[in-house]
């Protein structure tokens, strides 16, 4: 079964046609080998599989513009320890590749495909939505900050 059914793909696809001006890196951080088994904690992911395919057709709706890169944890978790990421399935989004700034953990479907949709947007043509007086008053932290933003149906 398809994440993303195919009206959706091609609706995403003309949208990115015409949204997107800039490049977009993802990179998904990944625990293979378990599919839909319920394990323990830190052993194979239920949802990584799903996450692989959604970031594969966010790269194929504007192969130009998104790249994509995974990174199973198994494999190499000195990156996933170097780029602060603890769980899967975790999708970064950022202009080049490096890693990004702008993080979704989890399956981002249902409430969260619109911002992860939102992200990549904002990210290819440069732009925060941050209002003026938000910048301003960001420009007087003196000390990194990390926001979190929670998404529920509820």
């Known amino acids: 079964m398809a994440v993303i059914p195919e009206p959706v793909r091609q609706q995403l696809k003309d949208r990115f046609d015409t949204v997107l001006s800039g490049p977009v890196h ?38 130009e513009k998104v790249t994509l890169e995974v990174v199973d944890v198994t494999r190499d978790p000195a990156r996933a320890n170097a780029d602060g990421v603890d769980d899967v399935p ?3 989004v950022a202009s080049n590749s490096e890693t990004g700034r702008i993080r979704f953990q989890g399956l981002p479907t ?35 900050a990390e926001v979190m933003v929670f998404a529920t149906p509820t």
């Open 26 to 63: 993802l990179t998904l951080y990944t625990r293979p080998g378990s599919s839909r088994l319920i394990l323990p904690a830190g052993v194979g992911c239920a949802t990584c599989e799903d996450a692989r395919q959604m970031a594969e057709l966010l790269r194929e709706a504007a192969p």
């Open 90 to 92: 975790t999708m970064s």
């Open 110 to 144: 249902g409430t969260e495909f619109p911002a992860l949709i939102d992200a990549v947007e904002r990210v290819s043509r440069m732009e925060h939505g941050l209002s003026e007086e938000s910048v301003a008053a960001l420009a007087k932290l003196t000390e990194p």
